[in-house]
């Protein structure tokens, strides 16, 4: 067994790959989207990390329901029904157009009609799925590197969703901006937000932060961000959380994201990297909390035990 179970991204070419996965996830959630009831935050859209990669986990399909699954072990991707049925796609360089052919090809052939929105979320400048004929790169090696290292912070934010009794979200990947996600709420409304993100209608926007929030997610980065880096957010932002002092000493506030920020690396390089990101994710969900003034002790808790009840239950 490795030591040091978290992968070290700093010699991969991240982004060609994580690019195309995001791309190509989007397709995906957007089937989910089509064909599943409209749940509280849109959380009846995202991945969830498996075994083998990313998968939609159940979707109705009239009397049966299928699940769409990238086995990132495979380098494919699985369409199943619960009738046996097993269609496959194979994840390989080639155009977004092709691939989102190959798909609704597969789906037809699963007996599954489902019309999406081609058009991107969530990206500037993006072109629709049926029209991106650029061929885009992806090496298995690296999304398989990338998907392990989901794993470890999926593994880290399971604790942290042990020590909040409040209501809190599943651990789960929004295609929109490919990050794995994990929120707390205080219990009381939010003002609308204001919306205006790419190619996300405003009520999307408004349901998703109708109410207040700390989230902490991990994502591959992009634009300034020139490598994965873990995040930590408030809406609303209460004056003065961008000044509060947060752990890890790796981490800062990014006025412009307004968000705080913690590189993987400074995680993965760490003597101890799960104390290293659970005191990132512990010390900014206070900032949140105290400067908002959340009844901490109602919807708090000490981590959970493994396979028994907590102390006092």
Same mark, same amino acid.
């Given at each position: /067994?490795?030591?040091?179970?978290?992968?070290?991204?700093?010699?991969?070419?991240?982004?060609?790959?994580?690019?195309?996965?995001?791309?190509?996830?989007? *397709?995906?959630? =957007?089937?989910?989207?089509?064909?599943?009831?409209?749940?509280?935050?849109?959380?009846?859209?995202?991945?969830?990390?498996?075994?083998?990669?990313?998968?939609?986990?159940? *979707?109705?399909?009239?009397?049966?329901?299928?699940? *769409?699954?990238?086995?990132? /072990?495979?380098?494919?991707?699985?369409?199943?029904?619960?009738?046996?049925?097993?269609?496959?796609?194979?994840?390989?360089?080639?155009?977004?157009?092709?691939?989102?052919?190959?798909?609704?090809?597969?789906?037809?052939?699963?007996?599954?009609?489902?019309? *999406?929105?081609? /058009?991107?979320?969530?990206?500037?400048n993006a072109v629709p799925f049926d029209r991106d004929q650029s061929?885009?790169?992806?090496?298995?090696?690296?999304?398989?590197?990338?998907?392990?290292?989901?794993?470890?912070?999926?593994?880290?934010?399971?604790?942290?969703?042990?020590?909040?009794?409040?209501?809190?979200?599943?651990?789960?990947?929004?295609?929109?901006?490919?990050?794995?996600?994990?929120?707390?709420?205080?219990?009381?409304?939010?003002?609308?937000?204001?919306?205006?993100?790419?190619?996300? &209608?405003?009520?999307?926007?408004?349901?998703?932060?109708?109410?207040?929030?700390?989230?902490?997610?991990?994502?591959?980065?992009?634009? =300034?961000?020139?490598?994965? &880096?873990?995040?930590?957010?408030?809406?609303?932002? &209460?004056?003065?959380?961008?000044?509060?002092?947060?752990?890890?000493?790796?981490?800062?506030?990014?006025?412009? /994201?307004?968000?705080?920020?913690?590189?993987?690396?400074?995680?993965?390089?760490?003597?101890?990297?799960?104390?290293?990101?659970?005191?990132?994710?512990?010390?900014?969900?206070e900032a949140a909390a105290n400067l908002a003034q959340w009844d901490?002790?109602?919807?708090?808790?000490?981590?959970?035990?493994?396979?028994?009840?907590?102390?006092?239950?």
């Open positions: /067994m490795n030591p040091n179970p978290w992968p070290d991204l700093s010699g991969l070419d991240l982004w060609p790959t994580t690019d195309t996965l995001q791309l190509w996830s989007q *397709i995906v959630g =957007k089937i989910r989207l089509m064909l599943t009831p409209w749940v509280n935050h849109s959380w009846h859209v995202p991945l969830y990390l498996s075994a083998r990669g990313l998968s939609t986990g159940l *979707i109705p399909a009239g009397p049966r329901s299928i699940e *769409i699954e990238f086995d990132l /072990m495979a380098d494919a991707l699985f369409i199943r029904d619960t009738e046996g049925l097993e269609n496959r796609v194979a994840l390989k360089p080639q155009s977004v157009a092709a691939f989102y052919g190959d798909v609704m090809q597969a789906l037809r052939e699963a007996g599954v009609t489902v019309d *999406i929105d081609p /058009m991107p979320c969530e990206l500037p061929v885009r790169r992806y090496d298995g090696d690296v999304a398989r590197v990338y998907w392990r290292t989901l794993v470890q912070v999926h593994r880290v934010f399971q604790l942290f969703r042990t020590r909040f009794v409040g209501k809190c979200s599943p651990i789960h990947l929004f295609w929109g901006s490919f990050d794995l996600a994990l929120t707390r709420f205080s219990g009381r409304p939010a003002p609308a937000h204001p919306g205006g993100m790419p190619h996300v &209608s405003d009520a999307v926007a408004r349901d998703a932060y109708n109410q207040e929030v700390s989230s902490a997610g991990f994502w591959p980065g992009g634009g =300034k961000i020139t490598g994965p &880096s873990f995040y930590s957010y408030a809406y609303p932002m &209460s004056a003065g959380f961008a000044d509060v002092r947060v752990r890890p000493q790796a981490a800062h506030f990014d006025a412009e /994201m307004g968000e705080f920020l913690l590189p993987y690396k400074a995680v993965q390089s760490d003597a101890d990297p799960d104390t290293a990101l659970l005191d990132f994710l512990q010390s900014t969900y901490r002790s109602r919807l708090e808790r000490a981590t959970g035990p493994i396979g028994h009840p907590p102390d006092g239950v």
